[in-house]
């Protein structure tokens, strides 16, 4: 059997940090099966070299990197025809005529909850634009064989909207990186962190979603209301700080871009984290702050408290009164010993939650099920 692990198609964000504690994780394997193939982007590859990942473990590796719809036209259905197993860490998997079972990961909120407040604060040409991009995803999700999931509540969105039958959906929790277990491996980054004030930052791209436009309100509120002097530091690559407004640029600090290996010495260096998110599938930032023992503070979303439950301190993010509250409370009220044993808790709570290499072990056996259970019918998925 010729598997092939497809992460060609991750170029930023959490898709990136999955595939490559996947990748990095199956390296580990003493039982590793013969015959595994990795195709990773770029970045992906940057992130396993900076781990220390072992790639003679594999069969084939190869640095490969595909974008969106383009594949349709580039030759990589070619590339993939010899393979019994294609595992799409994040889809979708733009290929038509497959012939290998196709597993694909799923995290596309906007596909799963059409209706969401950023839809509604959209002109009518910017939401027929996000959501043709999306009916098209959707179309090449559902040539998925088996689709992957990493928390409950997006399994019962995609079967009660038809896009999968349940028994075509895995879930499969996400959880923390094995890096953040291992400090020897974490890679400095510079941060300009200002004396005499508290430090919050954000990890992500500026996606939409991710809502960071917030976090200048915040801060202003921070100061003039509670006379708070609070830094908000954020993590955008060149391009999506050019494009943000002045007042931003002004009022928040950027350290640019982060590898995988280099956020763990952010966080560090935060004396906390937010995560203004407004949709998700699931982040792991939530999970990384809490394993650095970072109080969290953190939308009052269904996806954030399945992940965190009474560990992360809640607000409204479409309200940044109710975000600057919160935090203003927690640094006028906390208490020392207190705060200790909150952050021990929560760490304990992330280290239990899963683990990365019981995920790349769940990943690689639903391969080898999928593959068996075509070769036990006789028949295509």
């Known amino acids: ?19 490559s504690s ?23 590859a940057k992130n396993l070299h900076q781990v220390g990942c072992d790639i003679s473990k594999f069969f084939v590796y190869e640095i490969y990197d595909t974008f969106g ?43 799963i909850y059409p209706d969401n407040e950023l839809y509604r604060e959209m002109s009518s040409y910017e939401r027929f634009k996000i959501r043709l991009k999306f009916q098209i995803q959707s179309v090449f999700f559902r040539k998925a064989d088996v689709v992957v999931v990493e928390l409950e509540h997006v399994k019962k969105r995609l079967t009660a ?23 020897e491996k974490w890679l400095h980054v510079k941060v300009d962190i200002i004396d005499n004030s508290f430090s919050i930052g954000f990890v ?11 976090l200048p309100e915040v801060k202003q509120i921070l100061l003039n209301k509670y006379g708070l002097e609070v830094n908000f530091y954020v993590t955008l690559n060149d391009f999506e700080w050019a494009s943000k407004s002045d007042s931003f640029r002004r009022l928040i600090f950027n350290t640019g871009s982060l590898t995988v290996a280099q956020c763990p010495y952010f966080y560090e ?28 503070f953190a939308s009052d979303r269904g996806f954030v408290r399945d992940v965190c439950g009474d560990y992360a301190m809640y607000f409204d993010p479409m309200n940044a009164e109710s975000a600057a509250e919160i935090i203003a409370e927690y640094i006028k009220n906390r208490s020392p010993t207190d705060e200790h044993t909150r952050l021990i808790a929560a760490r304990d709570h992330v280290i239990g939650y899963s683990n990365a290499h019981q995920r790349a072990v769940e990943y690689l056996r639903i391969a080898l099920e999928a593959n068996l259970q075509r070769n036990q019918n006789g028949v295509s998925f």
């Not at 994040?90 to 909120?109: E, M, R, S, W």
Request: net charge neutral.
């Open 1 to 19: 059997m010729k598997i092939c692990i497809n992460a060609s198609n991750l170029h930023c964000g959490g898709g990136v940090q999955v595939a």
């Open 22 to 44: 996947f990748i990095y994780e199956l390296s580990l394997l003493h039982d590793l099966p013969e015959n595994i193939t990795c195709l990773v982007s770029s970045e992906v």
């Open 69 to 111: 719809v383009s594949s349709l036209w580039s030759g990589f259905l070619k590339k993939l025809k010899n393979f019994d197993v294609i595992f799409t860490v994040f889809g979708p998997l733009y290929v038509v005529g497959l012939k290998a079972i196709n597993i694909v990961g799923f995290a596309q909120p906007w596909i």
């Open 161 to 183: 909207l038809g896009i999968y039958p349940e028994d075509s959906i895995k879930v499969v929790n996400n959880c923390l990186s094995s890096l953040y277990m291992q400090p």
């Open 204 to 214: 992500g791209r500026d996606y939409p979603h991710k809502n960071t436009d917030l």
């Open 269 to 296: 260096k935060m004396d906390a984290i937010i995560f203004p998110s407004l949709l998700e599938c699931f982040s792991a930032t939530p999970l990384e702050a809490m394993a650095m023992k970072k109080p969290l």
